[in-house]
C-alpha cells in the first residue's frame, strides 16, 4: 500500500468484507490498520455494516457496492456435470448436500443423519479444504457407513449411503444436482460459507447459527424464505424431513432462493462505474 501510495498509483480495495470477530482483531494494531487503511485510493464495501467496521478502523469514506457473488452465473459446464452426478447418485433418491464442511461437522452431522428413517436418502458431503478428503473418508469408514469417493467416477451403488465429494471446482455441480443443501462453516464457530450460488440454483438452505462471515447475505435469505436457520444437528435433520416429505415446501423455498438472488444483482456494474475514472487515458484489449 505504501509503495502503490508512494508511485501514486491507485490502489482499490473492492467487494470488501469485515466481519465483526476480524475488526476486533484489527482494531488491536490502530498504528497499522488505522494508516494502511487511510493509504487506499478507495474502499468498496459488500454492506452497510462492513463500510461501517471499516470506517471504525481508520478507512475514509467507504462506498456500499453490494456483493460481487450475487452476480456470479452458474457455467453451463457445470450444470451439466450436475445433471450427470444426479443420474450418477441415483435420480430417484432424495439428495441432502452438506456442502463445505469444516473439521468436526461431518461428525455431528453424521450423528443426526444417522436417525432419520427417509428411505433411499443419499448424503453428499463436499469438505471445504482437500487435505481434509481422507480425514473425512476415514471417519467414514471408522463408522462402517458405507461410502463412494466422486473420484472413483462411478454410479452410485444402491447400499450407498454418502457420497464423499473428493474433488476441486465442482460445488455447482453437486448444488444442481441436490435437493436441499446444508451450508458448512455454521454448525460450529468457523463463520459459515457463502449461500448465494446454492439460492441462484434455486435450491432451499439449511444454515448454521454461526453465519459472522457472511451475516448480511444470510439474514436477507432467510427473510426473504430462501434459507432456513437450524441451532444443531438434529434442528437441521428435523428441517431436512420436513422438505424432503414435502415438495410444495421445497419448491416455495427456491423460487424464494431465485428472487432473492436475482434482487440484489448489481454490484459488477457499480464496481465497473467505480474504477472507470482511474482508467481514463488507457486502452484496455480484450
Not at 140 to 154: T, V
Not at 195 to 223: D, M, R, S, W
Not at 252 to 281: K, V
Given at each position: 500500500?505504501a509503495e502503490?501510495r508512494s ?5 482499490l480495495?473492492?467487494n ?11 482494531a ?15 474502499i468498496?464495501?459488500?454492506?452497510e ?12 469514506a467507504?462506498?456500499?457496492m ?21 443420474q ?34 443419499l ?37 450407498t449411503?454418502v457420497?464423499?465429494?473428493d ?9 444442481a ?19 448465494i ?8 438452505v439449511?444454515i448454521?447459527?454461526?453465519t ?8 436477507l ?8 436457520r ?6 437441521l435433520?428435523?428441517?431436512?424431513g ?5 415438495p ?19 454490484a ?12 481514463d487515458?488507457?486502452?484496455i484489449?480484450?
Amino acid at each position: 500500500i505504501a509503495e502503490c501510495r508512494s508511485a501514486k498509483v491507485p490502489l482499490l480495495l473492492v467487494n470488501a468484507r469485515l466481519s465483526e470477530k476480524s475488526a476486533q482483531k484489527f482494531a488491536r494494531v490502530p498504528a497499522l490498520t488505522g494508516p494502511a487503511l487511510a493509504g487506499l485510493t478507495q474502499i468498496a464495501a459488500q454492506t452497510e455494516g462492513d463500510a461501517q467496521r471499516l470506517e471504525s478502523l481508520g478507512a475514509p469514506a467507504v462506498e456500499i457496492m453490494g456483493n460481487l457473488k450475487f452476480d456470479i452465473a452458474p457455467p453451463p459446464a457445470l450444470l451439466q456435470l450436475g445433471a450427470e452426478f444426479r443420474q450418477g447418485f441415483g435420480a430417484t433418491r432424495p439428495l441432502f448436500l452438506a456442502a463445505s464442511t469444516r473439521d468436526g461437522e461431518e461428525a455431528l452431522l453424521l450423528d443426526a443423519l444417522s436417525s432419520v428413517t427417509i428411505p433411499g436418502l443419499l448424503t453428499v458431503i463436499v469438505p471445504r479444504h482437500p487435505q481434509r478428503f481422507d480425514a473425512v473418508a476415514q471417519l467414514l469408514a471408522a463408522r462402517g457407513i458405507p461410502f463412494q469417493r466422486r473420484s472413483e467416477n462411478r454410479p452410485v451403488l444402491p447400499e450407498t449411503q454418502v457420497v464423499l465429494g473428493d474433488s476441486m471446482g465442482e460445488m455447482f455441480a453437486y448444488y444442481a444436482a441436490c435437493d436441499v443443501a446444508f451450508i458448512g462453516g455454521s454448525l460450529l464457530p468457523y463463520g459459515a460459507q457463502n449461500l448465494i450460488e446454492a439460492a441462484c440454483l434455486g435450491k432451499p438452505v439449511l444454515i448454521g447459527v454461526h453465519t459472522y462471515n457472511f451475516a448480511e447475505a444470510t439474514e436477507l435469505a432467510i427473510e426473504a424464505g430462501a434459507a432456513r436457520r437450524v441451532a444443531d444437528g438434529a434442528e437441521l435433520t428435523w428441517e431436512l424431513g420436513i422438505l424432503l416429505k414435502d415438495p410444495v415446501q421445497r419448491t416455495a423455498m427456491a423460487q424464494a432462493g431465485l428472487r432473492f438472488t436475482e434482487q440484489h444483482r448489481g454490484a459488477t456494474a457499480r464496481l465497473m462505474a467505480l474504477i472507470a475514472p482511474y482508467l481514463d487515458g488507457y486502452s484496455i484489449s480484450p
